[in-house]
């Protein structure tokens, strides 16, 4: 049985890992891609913890998890889309219409 | 008591009715409303005849009327006595002026009907004289001071009217100011005691003050009717506010007679008598204020020979009336002051009081006004005729005149005062008095002097203004004829008079039993008197016929020719100051000229520089407090609030530089945010844990 230290490690790795893909890519379609690593990477502690307690709700919390970042793919995925169709770019230096 | 003594109220009523009805719709009515006039008038007539029979036969003779009070209007209401009202007062002697006036005001309007028949603005003349008749028939009905004076003000805003009827003439307009500003004097000094005695009574009217004047102290007691006597010598024109009297003759001649005959100018003396409560305090004890006595019985005598002698040489027959007019008054108050006097010591001695005075002033009052009245209206006749005033172009008139130089002859009989015309017993009277008061002081004897020369005088011109209008051969140009005879008859029933007047006194027991002040006295004129009164009466008469004689040989038969009187050095100064009237008018004038207007001048230059200045001055100080006003307010306070919106931009626009609206700078915030906020929650834990805490 691989102990919870390495799982929980593996798990903040890839946290860091998809948190500086979001703060430092500059390509919408990557920081969709950390977005999904990141929750990945919460989901796979739900997973740990559920294994290691016994108890198989974080399990459902996990499958759960993973419906919600397929929708928010699809989500994001098209808001990505229609970005790149009015303004012809998706570097999310260039998308600054949120600002005033 | 007088049965429905109500009816007095009528008699003002009358009259001022007349005058609203004439003076707002008097243009439709034939002759200008004068009919109704008239009418309102005699119906005052009748009824100031009735309430003047309703006192003789309750007493009024012997001086058992009570006074009766007629309560009309409460002004302002207060405890009784002290409430302003108006109300009339019935005694003798205001039912004896009531009926007097109204006699004559009747006949002057009659004769005004033919008179005034061929002038514009009859309604306005109608309506005028109706309310000046109002004024006098108030004036003399008046039971307190306040309502006198009320009514003393609004026959002289009507002298000023109808001496400036023919307003269109500057020297009938100059006369109408000259009337009213000169008689201003009088009246403001008539209000002033009016005022004080209000002060010092807390009541204005006769019957309260009456018993309390006792209570005055003598300074007020000589002021207050100094006071009113200073208004009766502005609107009886004595010395020295006379000058308007000889200019009022500008007005029509009916106005002249109502004015100067009938009553206005005898308002005066009127109110002279009804201050003779402060003068002869009958509560014992009381020192009389003989300085004011003296001072009126002085200008009286003053006056009386100061105008005799500019009427001996004016050509004007109506200026020759006028100034006869002032000097005839001057005669009442004379008689007013010696009487009191006389009265004043016999009370202060405790001895019983003689009004001789008294009444032989109104007694004088009452036949100037029928005789002055007479020789006015004669007058206005010539005129009618001849169409001048200057006596220098009229002459042999009796020819063509003989009803109106029948009249005027009576007329000036009266005048000169012969027996047995009415002038000869109240001036022999009055004269007589004045001698008598002589014993108890000496400068009466200095009076008497004045009178008895005046008589002199007033015969020498009275006859020389007949000589020269109708004896001789006519001097003028026009064709002289007689008057109509609705002019006539007013004339024949005041020529009547003339004589009646007089005589009047002998069925009425003494004159002095019709006014009555004081206590009941038989007097008959001329029965009964000490023999020293008999020569005073026979000196006035002999001087009288010697100045009819005097003015028979200068002026009739021209023995003794007029030009000796001026050809000396000093007949001519005398001629040339009479005729200039002691160059008073000249004064007067120079004093309005120069004194006046040079103090307008001065304050003009005051307003204009000063009162101006001080006013430009706090201008401008405003002005400049304003300037910096503005300037505080755009610095500071504009300042203030653009430099809080200003900050406010400024800050905003540098919020605003952090929102990129770059999703990754957002994330980042929100990354080092959990991290601080994990550091906070745990960071003590974390640090005991790895580093080994105590």
């Given at each position: 049985?691989?102990?919870?230290?390495?799982?929980?490690?593996?798990?903040?790795?890839?946290?860091?890992?998809?948190?500086?893909?979001?703060?430092?890519?500059?390509?919408?379609?990557?920081?969709?891609?950390?977005?999904?690593?990141?929750?990945?990477?919460?989901?796979?502690?739900?997973?740990?913890?559920?294994?290691?307690?016994?108890?198989?709700?974080?399990?459902?919390?996990?499958?759960?998890g993973i419906a919600v970042a397929a929708a928010e793919a699809a989500v994001g995925l098209a808001v990505f889309l229609s970005i790149y169709q009015t303004h012809g770019t998706i570097e999310l230096d260039k998308v600054r219409f949120l600002k005033w | 008591m007088i049965a429905n003594a109500w009816v007095v109220w009528l008699i003002l009523l009358l009259p001022l009715g007349a005058f609203l009805v004439v003076g707002l719709i008097g243009r439709r009515f034939r002759e200008g409303g004068g009919y109704l006039v008239v009418g309102a008038m005699a119906g005052s007539l009748v009824l100031s005849l009735y309430v003047f029979v309703q006192v003789l036969l309750q007493g009024g003779l012997g001086g058992g009327f009570t006074p009766e009070i007629v309560t009309g209007y409460v002004w302002l209401p207060s405890i009784p006595g002290a409430e302003i009202r108006i109300a009339i007062l019935i005694d003798n002697l205001s039912s004896l002026m009531l009926v007097l006036?109204?006699?004559?005001?009747?006949?002057?309007?009659?004769?005004?009907?033919?008179?005034?028949?061929?002038?514009?603005?009859?309604?306005?003349?109608?309506?005028?004289?109706?309310?000046?008749a109002t004024g006098m028939l108030g004036t003399v009905s008046a039971d307190n001071f306040l309502q006198l004076l009320i009514f003393w003000e609004i026959m002289g805003l009507c002298s000023y009217l109808l001496i400036g009827f023919w307003y269109h003439k500057p020297e009938a307009a100059a006369a109408a100011k000259k009337a009213f500003l000169v008689t201003r004097v009088g009246d403001v000094l008539f209000l002033v005691a009016v005022l004080i005695i209000w002060n010092e009574f807390h009541s204005l009217r006769f019957d309260v003050i009456a018993?309390?004047?006792?209570?005055?102290?003598?300074?007020?007691?000589?002021?207050?009717?100094l006071l009113l006597f200073g208004g009766a010598v502005g609107k009886s024109a004595q010395f020295p506010l006379h000058t308007w009297l000889p200019d009022a003759m500008e007005g029509p001649t009916t106005v002249s007679a109502l004015i100067h005959a009938a009553t206005m100018v005898k308002a005066g003396v009127y109110l002279t008598a009804r201050s003779f409560i402060f003068l002869v305090p009958l509560a014992p004890g009381v020192e009389p204020p003989f300085t004011a006595i003296l001072v009126i019985a002085g200008i009286g005598g003053f006056t009386t020979l100061f105008a005799a002698s500019m009427a001996v040489v004016n050509n004007d027959?109506?200026?020759?009336?006028?100034?006869?007019?002032?000097?005839?008054?001057?005669?009442?108050?004379?008689?007013?002051?010696?009487?009191?006097?006389?009265?004043?010591?016999?009370?202060?001695?405790?001895?019983?009081?003689?009004?001789?005075?008294?009444?032989?002033?109104?007694?004088?009052?009452?036949?100037?006004?029928?005789?002055?009245a007479l020789l006015f209206l004669s007058a206005g006749s010539v005129i009618h005729a001849v169409n001048t005033n200057d006596m220098r172009e009229m002459g042999g008139l009796s020819k063509a005149m003989p009803t109106t130089s029948k009249v005027m002859l009576f007329?000036?009989?009266?005048?000169?005062?012969?027996?047995?015309?009415?002038?000869?017993?109240?001036k022999g009277e009055i004269l007589s008095v004045t001698f008598d008061a002589g014993a108890d002081h000496p400068g009466f004897y200095l009076l008497y002097a004045f009178g008895i020369v005046t008589a002199?005088?007033?015969?020498?011109?009275?006859?020389?203004?007949?000589?020269?209008?109708?004896?001789?051969?006519?001097?003028?140009?026009?064709?002289?004829?007689?008057?109509?005879?609705v002019m006539t008859a007013p004339l024949m029933i005041l020529a009547g008079f003339t004589l009646v007047s007089g005589l009047l006194a002998y069925p009425m027991q003494g004159?002095?039993?019709?006014?009555?002040?004081?206590?009941?006295?038989?007097?008959?004129?001329?029965?009964?008197?000490?023999?020293?009164?008999y020569l005073l009466e026979g000196a006035a008469l002999g001087v009288a016929v010697l100045g009819i004689a005097l003015a028979w040989s200068i002026y009739a038969t021209k023995r003794i020719p007029a030009e000796r009187f001026t050809t000396t050095r000093g007949g001519a100064f005398l001629h040339r100051m009479l005729t200039r009237r002691y160059w008073i008018d000249d004064v007067y004038d120079a004093f309005g000229r120069n004194v006046v207007v040079g103090l307008a001048r001065g304050l003009d230059w005051f307003d204009r520089n000063v009162i101006d200045g001080i006013v430009n001055a706090v201008g401008r100080g405003g002005m400049r407090v304003a300037v910096q006003s503005d300037v505080f307010d755009r610095r500071v306070i504009d300042g203030a609030v653009n430099a809080v919106s200003l900050e406010t931009i400024r800050t905003s626009w540098r919020l605003r530089q952090r929102q990129t609206g770059q999703v990754q700078s957002y994330a980042w915030v929100i990354v080092v945010g959990l991290v601080v906020l994990f550091f906070l929650m745990f960071g003590q834990r974390l640090v005991e844990r790895f580093l080994g805490g105590p």
């Amino acid at each position: 049985m691989i102990p919870l230290q390495y799982e929980l490690l593996l798990s903040a790795a890839l946290f860091c890992i998809g948190l500086y893909g979001i703060l430092a890519r500059r390509n919408g379609i990557i920081v969709l891609m950390s977005i999904e690593i990141l929750l990945n990477a919460s989901i796979l502690n739900f997973v740990a913890f559920s294994s290691y307690s016994g108890n198989p709700s974080g399990q459902v919390f996990a499958l759960l998890g993973i419906a919600v970042a397929a929708a928010e793919a699809a989500v994001g995925l098209a808001v990505f889309l229609s970005i790149y169709q009015t303004h012809g770019t998706i570097e999310l230096d260039k998308v600054r219409f949120l600002k005033w | 008591m007088i049965a429905n003594a109500w009816v007095v109220w009528l008699i003002l009523l009358l009259p001022l009715g007349a005058f609203l009805v004439v003076g707002l719709i008097g243009r439709r009515f034939r002759e200008g409303g004068g009919y109704l006039v008239v009418g309102a008038m005699a119906g005052s007539l009748v009824l100031s005849l009735y309430v003047f029979v309703q006192v003789l036969l309750q007493g009024g003779l012997g001086g058992g009327f009570t006074p009766e009070i007629v309560t009309g209007y409460v002004w302002l209401p207060s405890i009784p006595g002290a409430e302003i009202r108006i109300a009339i007062l019935i005694d003798n002697l205001s039912s004896l002026m009531l009926v007097l006036v109204s006699f004559l005001c009747l006949l002057i309007f009659i004769y005004s009907l033919a008179y005034m028949h061929e002038e514009e603005g009859k309604a306005r003349y109608y309506a005028e004289v109706s309310l000046f008749a109002t004024g006098m028939l108030g004036t003399v009905s008046a039971d307190n001071f306040l309502q006198l004076l009320i009514f003393w003000e609004i026959m002289g805003l009507c002298s000023y009217l109808l001496i400036g009827f023919w307003y269109h003439k500057p020297e009938a307009a100059a006369a109408a100011k000259k009337a009213f500003l000169v008689t201003r004097v009088g009246d403001v000094l008539f209000l002033v005691a009016v005022l004080i005695i209000w002060n010092e009574f807390h009541s204005l009217r006769f019957d309260v003050i009456a018993p309390q004047v006792g209570l005055l102290n003598p300074q007020l007691l000589t002021l207050i009717p100094l006071l009113l006597f200073g208004g009766a010598v502005g609107k009886s024109a004595q010395f020295p506010l006379h000058t308007w009297l000889p200019d009022a003759m500008e007005g029509p001649t009916t106005v002249s007679a109502l004015i100067h005959a009938a009553t206005m100018v005898k308002a005066g003396v009127y109110l002279t008598a009804r201050s003779f409560i402060f003068l002869v305090p009958l509560a014992p004890g009381v020192e009389p204020p003989f300085t004011a006595i003296l001072v009126i019985a002085g200008i009286g005598g003053f006056t009386t020979l100061f105008a005799a002698s500019m009427a001996v040489v004016n050509n004007d027959i109506k200026r020759v009336l006028a100034f006869s007019t002032i000097s005839q008054l001057g005669y009442m108050f004379l008689g007013l002051g010696a009487g009191a006097y006389v009265m004043a010591t016999q009370a202060s001695r405790g001895e019983e009081v003689s009004s001789a005075g008294y009444s032989a002033a109104l007694y004088h009052l009452f036949n100037h006004a029928f005789f002055k009245a007479l020789l006015f209206l004669s007058a206005g006749s010539v005129i009618h005729a001849v169409n001048t005033n200057d006596m220098r172009e009229m002459g042999g008139l009796s020819k063509a005149m003989p009803t109106t130089s029948k009249v005027m002859l009576f007329g000036s009989l009266a005048l000169a005062g012969i027996v047995p015309f009415s002038g000869f017993f109240s001036k022999g009277e009055i004269l007589s008095v004045t001698f008598d008061a002589g014993a108890d002081h000496p400068g009466f004897y200095l009076l008497y002097a004045f009178g008895i020369v005046t008589a002199f005088l007033t015969a020498f011109y009275a006859f020389r203004l007949w000589f020269m209008t109708f004896h001789g051969e006519y001097r003028g140009h026009e064709h002289p004829h007689e008057s109509p005879r609705v002019m006539t008859a007013p004339l024949m029933i005041l020529a009547g008079f003339t004589l009646v007047s007089g005589l009047l006194a002998y069925p009425m027991q003494g004159f002095g039993n019709l006014v009555f002040f004081g206590r009941p006295e038989a007097a008959f004129p001329l029965v009964g008197i000490p023999w020293s009164h008999y020569l005073l009466e026979g000196a006035a008469l002999g001087v009288a016929v010697l100045g009819i004689a005097l003015a028979w040989s200068i002026y009739a038969t021209k023995r003794i020719p007029a030009e000796r009187f001026t050809t000396t050095r000093g007949g001519a100064f005398l001629h040339r100051m009479l005729t200039r009237r002691y160059w008073i008018d000249d004064v007067y004038d120079a004093f309005g000229r120069n004194v006046v207007v040079g103090l307008a001048r001065g304050l003009d230059w005051f307003d204009r520089n000063v009162i101006d200045g001080i006013v430009n001055a706090v201008g401008r100080g405003g002005m400049r407090v304003a300037v910096q006003s503005d300037v505080f307010d755009r610095r500071v306070i504009d300042g203030a609030v653009n430099a809080v919106s200003l900050e406010t931009i400024r800050t905003s626009w540098r919020l605003r530089q952090r929102q990129t609206g770059q999703v990754q700078s957002y994330a980042w915030v929100i990354v080092v945010g959990l991290v601080v906020l994990f550091f906070l929650m745990f960071g003590q834990r974390l640090v005991e844990r790895f580093l080994g805490g105590p």
